[in-house]
């Protein structure tokens, strides 16, 4: 059975043998795939694999043939909520517990070119400001990869991605948890979550430019955001990546204002966001290296027909070429349609 690499799970026997793009053998047939393998794959830029049907496979306990990438976000999601939990209790939390967690996840992905499958992989209907907090981390560290930064200035990026909304937990759970439409003193205390994060992370012993992304990250550039109001040039551009990061994953959640909207349908929405509000740079390294990703993706149209996109539209990056049944849809001659859901 040919299985996206996302989908892996540990214990998974390789059917044949794995070769990368260029024709060289990365895996022998027989191998038995634990987090290391799914890492050399990713690494090697290989997105589907031949797996023997699990039912054959003898690989061990249930727990360890259902483990892989879903279980390592849970276990990054659990160990968030401990720290959120810790920094609630005691005032700070442990720099340890965060850099044991999200170091070795992102050794793991780090290569991984089909960013959208990884997306879809951490899409639920349940999102919390844990969930919320792995996916604008991770979506961080591409952002900033695309964007030519360092391994080393990625992890910090990616970290501060993390991290940026834990200063909720000084929020009272009445406020956070709250079912209804918040009343105004309610909404002023929501918002100094980001106070509450820069003085949690100055607390706790990291940087200044981590607690800066906490304080920063509902800044817009035309000065509309809060808590400061800044403008562009006083918005530290690591937080310039964690906002646009932060956008894209809150608008993929549905609230109780808002139902849930499709990735593309947000993509176009942060891209119409980066004329004045959004940095423009990060805002292109998201559309131009994302939407690639959606080649080859099973989507929804507007019209409730289902497809699969074929080829982006050079001109109109948001109109693509849609294989549906044995025809095609091309999208930037039929205005009215749109993709409107994706699908792994």
Same mark, same amino acid.
């Given at each position: 059975?040919?299985?996206? @690499?996302?989908?892996?799970?540990?214990?998974?026997?390789?059917?044949?043998?794995?070769?990368?793009? @260029?024709?060289?053998?990365?895996?022998?047939?027989?191998?038995?795939?634990?987090?290391? &393998?799914?890492?050399?794959?990713?690494?090697?830029?290989?997105?589907?694999?031949?797996?023997?049907?699990?039912?054959?496979?003898?690989?061990?306990?249930?727990? !360890?043939?259902?483990?892989?990438?879903?279980?390592?976000?849970?276990?990054?999601?659990?160990?968030? &909520?401990?720290?959120?939990?810790?920094?609630?209790?005691q005032g700070s939390f442990s720099q340890s517990m965060v850099d044991?967690?999200?170091?070795?996840?992102?050794?793991?992905?780090?290569?991984?070119?089909?960013?959208?499958?990884?997306?879809?992989?951490?899409?639920?209907?349940?999102?919390?400001?844990?969930?919320?907090?792995?996916?604008?981390?991770?979506?961080?560290?591409?952002?900033?990869?695309?964007?030519?930064?360092?391994?080393?200035?990625?992890?910090?990026?990616?970290?501060?991605?993390?991290?940026?909304?834990?200063?909720?937990?000084?929020?009272?759970?009445?406020?956070?948890?709250?079912?209804?439409?918040?009343?105004?003193?309610?909404?002023?205390?929501?918002?100094?979550?980001?106070?509450?994060?820069?003085?949690?992370?100055?607390?706790?012993?990291?940087?200044?430019?981590?607690?800066? @992304?906490?304080?920063?990250?509902? !800044?817009?550039?035309?000065?509309?955001?809060?808590?400061?109001?800044?403008?562009?040039?006083?918005?530290?551009? #690591?937080?310039?990546?964690?906002?646009?990061?932060?956008? #894209?994953?809150?608008?993929?959640?549905?609230?109780?204002?808002?139902?849930?909207?499709?990735?593309?349908?947000?993509?176009?929405?942060?891209? !119409?966001?980066?004329?004045?509000?959004?940095?423009?740079?990060? @805002?292109?390294?998201?559309?131009?290296?994302?939407?690639?990703?959606?080649?080859?993706?099973?989507?929804?149209?507007?019209?409730?027909?289902?497809?699969?996109?074929?080829?982006?539209?050079?001109?109109?990056?948001?109109?693509?070429?849609?294989?549906?049944? !044995?025809?095609?849809?091309?999208?930037?001659?039929?205005?009215?349609?749109?993709?409107?859901?994706?699908?792994?």
């Open positions: 059975m040919k299985v996206h @690499v996302t989908d892996l799970k540990h214990g998974d026997c390789l059917m044949t043998d794995t070769f990368n793009g @260029v024709g060289l053998h990365v895996l022998p047939k027989g191998t038995h795939v634990e987090r290391e &393998e799914i890492s050399i794959l990713i690494r090697h830029k290989i997105h589907y694999v031949d797996i023997e049907p699990r039912s054959m496979q003898q690989t061990g306990s249930e727990e !360890e043939q259902s483990h892989g990438l879903h279980d390592d976000f849970d276990h990054a999601i659990l160990n968030y &909520e401990s720290i959120f939990l810790e920094a609630l209790t044991d967690t999200l170091k070795p996840l992102l050794e793991t992905l780090d290569g991984q070119k089909d960013v959208v499958s990884l997306l879809l992989l951490l899409d639920r209907d349940d999102i919390d400001t844990y969930h919320h907090s792995l996916q604008v981390g991770l979506l961080s560290y591409y952002i900033a990869s695309w964007m030519g930064y360092s391994k080393e200035e990625r992890y910090l990026i990616s970290r501060a991605g993390y991290l940026h909304d834990i200063g909720k937990s000084q929020v009272p759970l009445s406020i956070l948890n709250k079912p209804g439409i918040l009343t105004g003193s309610e909404i002023e205390e929501l918002a100094r979550h980001t106070s509450y994060g820069y003085d949690l992370i100055r607390g706790s012993k990291l940087d200044e430019v981590t607690a800066l @992304v906490a304080l920063q990250h509902h !800044e817009y550039e035309d000065g509309s955001g809060y808590p400061k109001q800044l403008l562009k040039n006083n918005i530290h551009p #690591y937080t310039q990546i964690v906002t646009v990061a932060n956008i #894209y994953m809150s608008l993929t959640t549905s609230t109780l204002n808002r139902p849930k909207q499709g990735l593309v349908t947000v993509l176009r929405k942060v891209h !119409e966001m980066g004329f004045g509000q959004l940095n423009g740079t990060v @805002v292109q390294a998201l559309t131009g290296h994302l939407l690639p990703s959606f080649v080859g993706k099973n989507v929804q149209l507007s019209n409730g027909e289902m497809g699969m996109i074929v080829m982006n539209n050079p001109l109109d990056l948001f109109k693509p070429l849609v294989k549906v049944d !044995e025809g095609f849809r091309d999208l930037s001659r039929e205005r009215s349609l749109s993709v409107v859901e994706v699908f792994n």
